[in-house]
Structures are given as structure tokens and as C-alpha cells.
């Protein structure tokens, strides 16, 4: 596989969406996705997985300084928020009747029969 080609894989989260971190330090938080990097397939959510970084001393800025700023989680650490029911859930695509796909939440089952 050429690593200069860029792969675009269908994913099942947007820029926008709301959701949490279903595994990691971070388990349980919630925030926005704000960035997706397709190729590496991870995603920076709003105020989750913080993370500090040195700046080096600069002409507008002598002294340096720490900033805090948010850290990457791969996506299949993440899941959607239904804004229905405001839980996490799976999702799927569909075709509707224009012939576009369209994404929806899937109901939840639990494993008991």
C-alpha cells in the first residue's frame, strides 16, 4: 500500500457530532468533534483528552510558555450521542428514497433473551 495515497474511509462520525469516549483515560467524557484526520483515523474532540505542550521562546513571545490543548483519540474509541435519548449509540446508513445514504441510530438490544 503507496503511504503517500490518502485513503477516505466512510466513518461512522462527523465534524459536529456530539460524543463520548467509550475507552481510555478519558472514558465517559463527552465533547464535540472539532477535527478528523482520516488517514492516521483519529479525531480531536473539544476538552477531552488534554494534553500540555512547551512552546519554545519566540519574538513576540521571550519567555515561552505551557499551553494546554486537545490531544487526538482514534475513532474506534469514540461513539455518537443520540440526541434523542442522550445515550451513546451505534449507527448505520441507509438509502432513503432520493437514493442518498442516510445514517441512523440503531435501536438498542441487550443481549438477555
Known amino acids: 500500500m503507496d503511504t503517500k495515497k490518502k485513503m477516505h474511509v466512510k ?8 460524543v463520548q469516549v467509550i475507552a481510555g483515560n ?9 477535527q478528523i484526520d482520516r488517514v492516521k483515523q483519529r479525531a480531536i474532540v473539544r ?3 488534554m494534553v500540555t505542550k512547551h512552546q519554545k521562546p519566540s519574538a513576540s513571545n521571550p519567555n515561552g510558555e505551557i499551553i494546554e490543548k486537545e490531544g487526538s483519540i482514534h475513532l ?3 461513539m455518537v450521542i443520540d440526541p434523542k435519548s442522550d445515550k451513546p ?3 448505520g446508513r441507509k438509502l432513503d ?3 442518498k445514504l442516510q445514517r441512523y441510530f440503531k435501536e438498542h438490544t441487550s443481549l438477555k433473551a
Do not use: A, M, P, Q
Open 11 to 18: 466513518l461512522h462520525l462527523k465534524v459536529g457530532d456530539t
Open 26 to 34: 478519558n472514558k465517559k467524557e463527552r465533547g464535540e468533534i472539532v
Open 47 to 49: 476538552g477531552v483528552n
Open 76 to 78: 474506534s474509541n469514540l
Open 89 to 91: 449509540r451505534r449507527t
Open 97 to 99: 428514497d432520493k437514493g
